[in-house]
Nanobody
Framework: EVQLAESGGDLVQAGGSLRLSCAAS????????IGWFRQAPGKQREGVSCIGSKSIFYADSMKGRFTISRDNAKSTVYLQMNSLRPEDTAVYLC???????????????WGQGTQVTVSS
């Protein structure tokens, strides 16, 4: 059974940091790109970052603040989030795409998400 399990979401003050984890199982993790997305109430889902075997992408508003990394031995992808802002408040989801990061939401598998709340 394919599973993507996010963790690490929390309530944090503006300027603070969090590290999210996405633990994968049930598929050949090394062959997949893993993306992070977020969805805030009343807003469309947006891409945050994505990591493939040789490439990394960030949304413009996250560059310099967020860092994505992967540990293939643990089948886990991390998202280190620094200098958090109230507008970063959202449910953060990870997703897996076979081969490469995709410039849309057509990923193969999705997690359930973890809540990040940034207070002002």
């Amino acid at each position: 059974e394919v599973q993507l399990a996010e963790s690490g979401g929390d309530l944090v003050q503006a300027g603070g940091s969090l590290r999210l984890s996405c633990a994968a199982s049930g598929f050949a993790f090394d062959d997949y790109a893993i993306g992070w997305f977020r969805q805030a109430p009343g807003k469309q889902r947006e891409g945050v970052s994505c990591i493939g075997s040789k490439s990394i992408f960030y949304a413009d508003s996250m560059k310099g603040r967020f860092t994505i990394s992967r540990d293939n031995a643990k089948s886990t992808v991390y998202l280190q989030m620094n200098s958090l802002r109230p507008e970063d408040t959202a449910v953060y989801l990870c997703a897996a795409a076979y081969g490469h990061c995709r410039p849309d939401f057509r990923f193969d598998y999705w997690g359930q998400g973890t809540q990040v709340t940034v207070s002002s």
